[in-house]
């Protein structure tokens, strides 16, 4: 096995061990079991491993395994998505806090046709399509991939 797929295997075994509310309590079991990762790699190995933050009834959030499994982690990411918006030039994805680094990756390993690429921020997406004035379908596309409601039509101000 190869060592990111051994740091990822680590990853699943300490979310299913305890509750992890943040990355950064996730970093610090990981390096605790002899891994060392950044916050960027750390995110990148959530989203292939399928995990999400839910709610707990007590409050607060933590991560947890979906039951899909690994894959391009869209099964996990379905409703974390708030809103999809584009123009002529542009689609913007809302999710919940802390939800769109997952949501951006996922987007990016479904190698969905139209997408030149993504970048996210903390609850928030752009997704550059890869043909200018296709926006608004490639909304419509992520909209039916990501279980959101449908894209709103954004006018650009004059």
Known sequence: MTAPGRRREAVARILRGRPIATQEELLAALGRAGFRATQATLSRDLARLGARRVHRPEGGTVYELSDDGPGDG???????????????????????????????????????PGVLGTIAGDDTIFVAPARERRSRALADRLAALLGAPPARRRRPRA
Not at 87 to 97: K, S, Y
Request: no cysteine; hydrophobic share 50%; aromatic share 0%.
């Open 74 to 112: 869209v099964g996990a990411v379905r409703g974390l998505v708030t809103s999809i918006a584009a123009n002529g030039h542009l689609v913007v994805v809302r999710t919940h806090p802390g939800s769109a680094p997952a949501v951006a990756r996922a987007i990016d390993l479904s190698r969905m």
